[in-house]
């Protein structure tokens, strides 16, 4: 599903240039569930975004599907990512003018009765169909994050990407959050990218990686 070889990604601090992925290289096999931990400034957020291609490496190839995606040009990039790809932050990114449907609504290139049906029953899905035109300032935070996680599923992607889908949210509603998350990317097979600090979430997965010094320091299996 995503093999990503040798990859490099500096950043310029002041006059200096700081390395944050060192030739990092891992495979992640379509339907798994995998957890990036380790400490503040490892690279997770780097290596997630770098294997979602939103951040381009200086060196190193990242093949999803067996699609070279840096070698295609920005617009084919965007159309295979918006199409392949779902995204989930910790700080939600709802649009604050916008209702939940509205803002579950907005992944979606798709129009009519179709996409309509789909929203819906995901709202429904999540628990939601009661908060449908309720504002982000209305809901919860994990109201808020539920409505996030039905605007990365409602285009259907084989891939959802999570950076630190809980940090927001007390254990109770953190651990809801992820058995919801679980349990919809298990209907359809869809593989599991997270970023988190928290290493008792990250048990739940099939696999942690723990980045350190931009390279995998470790693996473990759930």
């Known amino acids: ?24 290289s891992l495979h992640v096999r379509r339907g798994e569930k995998i957890f990036l931990c380790g400490p503040s400034g490892a690279g997770k957020t780097t290596l997630m975004y770098t294997l979602a291609g939103l951040e381009q490496p200086q060196q190193g190839k990242v093949l999803v599907d067996g699609e070279d995606i840096y070698a ?4 084919r990039r965007a159309l295979f990512r918006n199409k392949a790809m779902g995204f989930i932050f910790q700080n939600y990114m709802l649009m604050p003018e916008l209702t939940a449907i509205e803002n579950a609504s907005l992944a979606t290139a798709i129009s009519g009765k179709e996409a309509t049906d789909r929203v819906l029953f995901l709202m429904e899905r999540v628990g939601l169909s009661h908060r449908l035109h309720h504002l982000p300032s209305e809901l919860s935070g994990g109201e808020q994050q ?7 599923l409602v285009h259907d992607p084989s891939i959802i ?9 007390d254990s109770r509603n953190g651990n809801q959050i992820l058995d919801l998350l679980f349990e919809l990317a298990e209907e359809s097979n869809k593989t599991l990218v997270v970023v ?17 010094d931009g390279v995998v320091a470790s693996e473990m299996q759930n």
């Open 196 to 212: 988190t600090h928290d290493e008792r979430i990250a048990s739940r997965g099939n696999r942690v990686l723990m980045i350190r």
């Open 146 to 152: 539920r409505v996030a996680i039905v605007r990365a």
């Open 161 to 169: 990407f999570a950076d630190e889908p809980t940090g927001n949210l």
């Open 72 to 75: 295609l040009n920005l617009r």
């Open 1 to 24: 599903m995503i093999r990503a070889t040798d990859l490099h990604r500096s950043y310029a601090v002041g006059h200096e240039m700081v390395e944050v992925l060192h030739g990092l």
